[in-house]
């Protein structure tokens, strides 16, 4: 009986801290909504990245290319748009190294053998 305790214990504290930190992130979500403002560029919960032009109650205004603009509701706007991070140190890959060893057929026998 006792075992049996200590699982449901051990289980209420897992469910404690899981919802905790749901509903930390819903608020800072809430939070980034209600503090939309123009020239933000922000991605919609669809995945369309464009950059607010203007905000009337729950309605924002989106341009996504130029002279391209649509409306969404404020629910719609899912996070601020990072653009993503190229690495200096990456070096670009050369035609020789994806050339193959030999000109002989595929590296794994048997591959091309059948009729």
């Given at each position: ?58 309605i924002v205004t989106l341009e996504h290319a130029p002279g391209s603009v649509t ?45």
């Open positions: 009986m006792e075992p049996l305790i200590l699982l449901f214990a051990v289980l209420l504290v897992f469910m404690f801290f899981s919802s905790r930190k749901a509903r930390r992130q819903q608020m800072e979500k809430v939070e980034f909504q209600n503090s939309l403002e123009p020239g933000q560029e922000v991605v919609t919960a669809s995945g369309l990245v464009g950059t607010v032009t203007g905000v009337e109650g729950d409306t969404w509701v404020r629910a719609a706007i899912s996070r601020p748009y990072e653009p993503p991070v190229e690495d200096e140190d990456v070096e670009e890959d050369s035609s020789e190294d994806l050339a193959s060893p030999d000109d002989d057929g595929p590296a794994t026998p048997g591959l091309l053998d059948k009729p």
